[in-house]
């Protein structure tokens, strides 16, 4: 799509246009953040307009703003979680992906149509050196994928005129991040012999099309009509199989589980979205204006605009048109709302939303939300399908590629310096390691005496906020085998060393949701600890800011800290849960596994 100009476009359309250059300039050039004369000259759009529209996204926490620098947020993770919990892809054909995984010991996906490309929703990866996958949104040129020749298949003349059109204008495949640039144009006509020969075959191969040495095998999955509505990609390198022996040994147990994943995808049904219990839950903007109607708060009545709210408290700068038209995407994850359309005949499209059961989700009007569902779909975001309207792959084009790849520190990083700018001491998070504490993540803040700790560091949990935090997330029989176990030494003279009253100091810790440690581990050290749960209430993390006793009381510390610790680690949690949602969690430290 072309970019768009200064005309009679809309406030959606522009900010969909700058989360697509944010996300293509994270995904082609790998930087985490942009000025806003990047977005200018990727989206021709006026400098004003850029900053209006950043300065919304900011507000709805889709984007962060340091200063000059922009970057996605995780948040925005939300509107590729509408669409893959609409789908039902993920919930229904991901168990299957994670037992062909286990049992072919080899890197296991599926993947949509999207227009003339490959888009990929479910990833089930074996971690080797030389690792092979594709994150989740990703997109690929169908002519240089097994599935693509699977969809191509059941391609309309329409469709084959858009792939040549689009061959075309892009022989290199420049608008293909995710794969390298071809080095010299290719014919198509290799492709479309392949597209007849998976038609015959009922699968299709990858041999080295996407880059040397990898190679892929993928069978359709069809709905009860028999329309292909994904491909299972089994994918491997050449220094563990050729793409014949690939073939001959991942057919039989594709083929096995097909007719089990073909009834799970007649019989899925769409679910909300993993950012909230309703459609209606909402997003709070970063000032803290709720973009949802509450139920029983006296100042907002049910199913007032909310967007308008946040209009009235934030000023011209924020474009509510904007707000509204994401808050209708967002709304059409949540599936089992009411007004919930049924799967088409055939079984093979979840349902979608009707324009009443949107506007009721979102507090809009119906003219409103109708605008914004058009506005979606001609920009390729939304189907409408009789009454019903559904999210499309699209979405994930979104920010959702580059954000998948995000570790859990990676996540927790920025809130945590947040957290160092208000409070003004290090803030640090570790993880459980067998007796011991190790950190994970920390943050230093600037001052001439401060607690110095690395990466990596490891302190007994026994005499640590954050260890006494985590022994109190572990079940009653873990926490008191791991008891049994400790023999606590005196660190300092004020180390809790009687096993017993150890065993109530965590209990209490329990209870009130925190642990504070003064001069245990070192004379002069005191900390403060909330646990950092993930989206299934376990404990997976501790949160911490060290600071010197000689700076107040332990309790004017704890009356001081504890707040923003607490809200800290919500955010964290929040983050967690919707980078998670469909979903493990990218490369770097994981905990929870």
């Known amino acids: ?6 005309g009679p476009v809309g406030p959606l359309e522009r900010g969909l246009a700058v989360l697509r250059e944010l996300t293509r300039l994270a995904a082609h ?3 985490t953040t942009v ?13 004003s307009v850029v900053d209006r529209v950043v300065g919304t996204l900011e507000q709805l926490g889709y984007v962060t703003l340091d200063g ?6 995780v948040r925005l993770m939300e509107l590729g979680n509408a669409y893959l919990a609409a789908s039902g892809l993920p919930a229904a054909l991901g168990p299957f992906a994670e037992r062909l995984a286990d049992g072919l010991d080899e890197s296991v996906s599926v993947a949509v149509p999207d227009g003339g490309g490959v888009r990929f929703v479910v990833q089930v990866t074996r971690r080797r050196t030389m690792s092979l996958a594709f994150r989740i949104g990703d997109l690929l040129p169908a002519e240089r994928c097994s599935p693509g020749a699977l969809f191509a298949a059941e391609w309309s003349g329409a469709d084959w005129a858009a792939w040549r059109a689009r061959r075309a ?4 495949d420049t608008a293909f991040p995710a794969v390298p640039p071809r080095h010299r144009p290719a014919f198509g006509e290799d492709f479309e012999a392949r597209v007849k ?14 880059e040397p040495g990898l190679v892929a095998v993928s069978v359709p999955v069809r ?10 990609n089994v994918v491997s390198h050449t220094s563990r199989h050729d793409v014949d022996s690939l073939r001959a040994a991942v057919l039989g147990p594709l083929g096995a589980e097909l007719p089990a994943m073909e009834a799970a995808l007649t019989a899925r049904r769409p679910r909300p979205a993993a950012w909230g219990g309703s459609v209606a839950s909402g997003v709070s903007v970063a000032s803290g204006v709720s973009l949802a109607p509450v139920a029983g708060d006296s100042g907002t009545a049910v199913g007032e605009d909310p967007a308008r709210m946040a209009k009235r408290e934030l000023g011209a700068g924020f474009l509510q048109s904007l707000a509204r038209g994401l808050a209708v995407l967002r709304a059409l994850g949540g599936g089992m709302a009411p007004g919930l359309v049924g799967a088409g005949p055939g079984g093979g499209r979840g349902g979608g939303m009707t324009l009443s059961a949107v506007a009721e989700a979102t507090g809009l009007a119906r003219a409103t939300a109708r605008r914004s569902l058009l506005t979606l779909v001609e920009l390729g975001y939304a189907e409408a399908d009789g009454r019903a309207f559904r999210p499309l792959p699209r979405v994930l084009e979104l920010g959702y590629a580059p ?7 990676d996540i927790a990083q920025p809130h945590m310096r947040e957290l160092v700018r208000t409070v003004h001491e290090s803030a640090s998070l570790a993880v459980l390691d067998g007796g011991d504490i190790r950190y994970i993540a920390r943050v230093p803040t600037v001052r001439i005496m401060s607690v110095n700790i690395t990466i990596g560091t490891r302190f007994p949990a026994y005499a640590t906020s954050m260890g006494r935090v985590l022994l109190a997330g572990l079940d009653a029989d873990a926490r008191a085998a791991h008891l049994a176990g400790v023999r606590p030494e005196p660190l300092t003279r004020h180390t809790v060393t009687d096993v017993a009253e150890l065993a109530r100091v965590v209990e209490r810790a329990a209870e009130e949701g925190h642990a504070l440690v003064d001069q245990e581990l070192e004379e002069g050290l005191r900390s403060l600890a909330v646990p950092v749960r993930d989206a299934r209430g376990r404990v997976v993390a501790a949160l911490n800011v060290a600071t010197h006793a000689g700076r107040g009381s332990a309790e004017s510390a704890r009356g001081e800290l504890l707040p923003a610790l607490r809200a800290t680690a919500a955010r964290i949690e929040a983050d967690l849960a919707t980078a998670s949602a469909h979903h493990a969690l990218g490369a770097g430290e994981r905990v929870g596994a």
């Open 1 to 6: 799509m072309p970019p768009p100009v200064n």
């Open 29 to 31: 050039e790998g930087r």
């Open 35 to 47: 000025r806003p004369g990047d977005l200018v000259r990727g989206t021709g759009l006026a400098r």
């Open 68 to 73: 000059r620098d922009i970057g996605l947020a």
């Open 169 to 172: 204008e892009d022989p290199l």
């Open 197 to 210: 020969e998976a038609a015959r075959d009922g699968w299709a191969v990858d041999d080295q099309l996407i």
């Open 223 to 232: 709905d009860a009509s028999g329309r292909i509505v994904c491909a299972v």
């Open 403 to 409: 954000l998948a790849e995000l570790g859990f520190t």
